[in-house]
């Protein structure tokens, strides 16, 4: 049995080991450090099945949890990091144009290591139970966004995108430290077990407490895109590198929801403002629904439209987390939900950005009609975007149909019908944009002939994400057992 | 006058006030970000306040001060990576107004 930190360490030491070889190494062509790094990052997936976890771990003193949620998202992020190195193997011809260097393959040997640096900040997020770890994890997944999404210098949208990222992130830091200023003011603690003790031990004023959760609140919901803090998504979604579009939409979004589950928790348990919290959440979750679903509708550009069909599935994920209730029981269906909507969702994002970005270097852009008669192109290529699709838009037998039911289970139980409701117009909404790509796909000419190539590794990526949607919206159990069978967010004893 | 726990929480709100209102109306980038920062230093007063107020067993909480370094460290990395990214921009488009950057569109 390995210690569960020890992934991260790994993780660290593999990201420093890659900017040396990038600043040391004389020769120019870096992608052996990517499938190197692909290959410890599979690795650590394996070793993270054998860690032991955190029995007999006092939690309300610590800083690290490694409880079952957090080993979870850990894959997650792992999952994510690999794919996205992929995707930046194929990206590089795209990269070489657009940065200054002295020699064609310069300065991407940083574009391969800085998502790991990402990928170790997105881990100990999973695993932070005290707001200090939050927060100091939070920024190294978001400063070195700040680098990603501006990576392209010679690229002025690339940079305008890195702009206006980095003043919506540190303004969203900003809330958020100020929000943890006030519950920390209010209770005396930073670690969250500590917190919800205090909150049941003593009496605490109402209102400030709440403005402090708010505002912690604001600062989550620019990490998660959730409306009205959505504002940063398109643009920055359009204009960053499209690989890091994928991490940005995946990684990002599945740190900042076991963020917000486990920030809330000993909220949710106070009875005196749990109502107000939750109502919040579910306005915040009917809004980001109906805004995602709504803005994509008439979108041309394929990033653009991937960023609010992004914005609607964080308001689904949301719908979910709104229907938590004070029990422990339900606070497990609807984790399960989250859980398990966002394996999906990482599955059916990732595999359509993956194509999107061999789609585009071909025919040298990403709007819907650079799709036109992918089908008579390349047959496979448009078969996993079709698979890609169909889940986004929620087709039974497939990944996203299973998640979105799990969600809607999730609020019938709590009774929030006007979420569901909302929640399936929106769906209809969804079949339009999704399915537009499609039709692209199959019943429009062509606009070259020429045939695409693909690598041997993005096709084996493409080929398990595929199939690993159609498994999970087929055989979903083994999914939910693994997830219902232990305790979403450990609850603190009273 | 002695000065209680609420006057340095109220300096603190009006500087977090300050920031945000830099944020939301000023164009130029560079005070933007000094807003940004004026912000994270608002949440900085307050902490340290709440720590110097509210005493355990005779000590104040030091969880906070702390916090507080962490804060004004990971301000400091931000800011070097923003600034590269503004001289970055102001490189490529000989301006750092905000109306100036619009050529992604919503």
Known sequence: MISPLSLEIVVLILGIFMLLVESFSKSDDKQGLARFAIVILSALVGFSFFTTGNAGVDLSRAFYSADATALFFKRIALVTTIVVLVMALEYRTVLARFIPGVTP?????????LPIFTCAGLMFMASAVDFLLIFVSLELVTVSFYVLVAYMRRQSTSLEAGVKYLILGALSTGFLVYGITWIFGLTGQTNLYAISEALHTRDIARAPLLFGVMLTLVGLGFKIAAVP?????????QGAPTPVTAFLSVGSKAAGFVVLLRVLEPFLGLSTINTNVLTLLAILAGATLLYGNLAALPQDNLKRLFAYSSIAHAGYLLVAVASVQNSPTS?????VAVGYYLVAYLLMTLLSFLVMIVVSNHSRGDDITHFNGLAKRSPF?????LAAMLSLAGIPFTAGFYGKLLVFAAAIQAGKFVLVGIGVITVAAGFYYYLRVVAAMYWQE???DTKITLSFLSKFTIGTLTALIFIFGIFPQPIVQSLRSVPMIQTAQH | MTLTLNHYLFVSGLLFAIGFAGVMMRRNIITIFMCLELMLNAANL???AFSRFNLVNGLPNYNAQVLVFFIITVAAAEVAVGLAIIVALYRARQTIHVEDISSLKF
């Open chain 1, 381 to 385: 290529l448009a078969f996993g975007m």
């Open chain 1, 331 to 335: 606070f497990g269906s609807a984790g």
């Open chain 1, 446 to 448: 062509p606009n070259d």
């Open chain 1, 229 to 237: 803090f959505q504002i940063w998504v398109p643009d920055v979604y």
């Open chain 2, 46 to 48: 307050s902490l340290v």
């Open chain 1, 105 to 113: 393959g310069a300065g991407l040997g940083e574009f391969y290591s």
